[in-house]
């Protein structure tokens, strides 16, 4: 056996494990993303650096304290959706849509909770441009 054959046998457990942590990596993807939050009728207020999680083994979408699982994913979009509620009987349904081409973020969450019989309902709608985030190292 020549001296690159032994040479390469002797690097392939490095390549492969290289490989697998590669992988592993690009299953969980963060960003940061600006651009503007409007609760209600207000005014829509700037944010900056909010983070964005997108979960491809989980296949969910969370920033901001919430979580949505994809409802849909193909080449230029994946559209999330989820509805939970808190011990107290508040829900809370976030949908949305993340561009994999552009990185625009386009949500909306409301919060509803009851009290006796009257209801309150609350709306959050987020509009980002998110950027995947750069390493340290």
């Known amino acids: 056996m020549n001296v690159s054959k ?3 046998l002797a690097c392939l457990p490095f390549l492969l494990a290289t490989q697998r942590m590669e992988a592993a990596e690009t299953t969980v ?17 700037p944010v900056q650096k909010i983070r ?13 304290g919430l979580i949505a699982p994809f409802t849909k994913i193909d ?9 939970s509620t808190d011990p107290y009987g508040m829900a809370l349904t976030v949908d949305g849509n993340v561009d994999r ?23 959050t709608h987020w509009e980002m441009l998110c950027r995947p985030r750069t390493r340290l190292f």
């Open 52 to 64: 964005l999680v997108v979960n491809l083994v989980k296949r969910t979408v969370s920033f901001a």
């Open 75 to 83: 080449a230029t979009n994946i559209h999330f959706n989820g509805t």
């Open 101 to 123: 081409v552009t990185g625009a973020l386009d949500a909306t969450a409301m919060t509803t909770a009851v009290s006796g019989k009257t209801s309150y309902m609350t709306t």
């Open 29 to 45: 993807i963060h960003f940061a993303c600006d651009g503007k939050l409007r609760t209600g009728s207000t005014q829509p207020e």
């Open 6 to 8: 032994i040479a390469v």
